[in-house]
């Protein structure tokens, strides 16, 4: 099972910007994808921005423009840079990974990193 650690999250002023990294532990030989999701109080996670074998990179829409996902496959590494911060923007930062394994196709999570933006 992969594990995987987030860090870089915590208090910023709307305007501001923070860096968000996601390790993964473990050689990962068939990803599916990589990304990041978050999760704001009362609502349901949601996807942020996905990095996928095809090569294509997806954002939500919300943040578009303002964040930008970074890969290092030698690292296993997915780092979420984050620009032009909004209030909305606060929530707990989840990173994923889905991977294809002979034994089938899985998905970790990480614990979360609290982003939190305000005056």
């Known amino acids: 099972q992969v594990q995987l650690v987030e860090s870089g999250g915590g208090l910023v002023q709307p305007g501001g910007s923070l860096r968000l990294s996601c390790a993964a532990s473990g050689f990962i030989s068939n990803l599916l994808s990589i990304g990041w999701y978050r999760q704001a109080p009362g609502k349901p996670r949601e996807l942020v921005t996905t990095?996928?074998?095809?090569?294509?990179?997806t954002y939500a829409d919300s943040v578009k423009g303002r964040f930008t996902l970074s890969r290092d496959n030698s690292k296993n590494t997915a780092d979420l840079q984050m620009n032009s911060l909004k209030p909305e923007d606060t929530a707990v930062y989840y990173c994923?990974?889905?991977?294809?394994?002979?034994?089938?196709?899985?998905?970790?999570w990480g614990l979360g990193t609290q982003v939190t933006v305000s005056s």
């Open positions: 994923n990974v889905k991977y294809k394994t002979d034994r089938g196709d899985f998905s970790s």
């Open positions: 990095f996928a074998r095809d090569g294509r990179t």
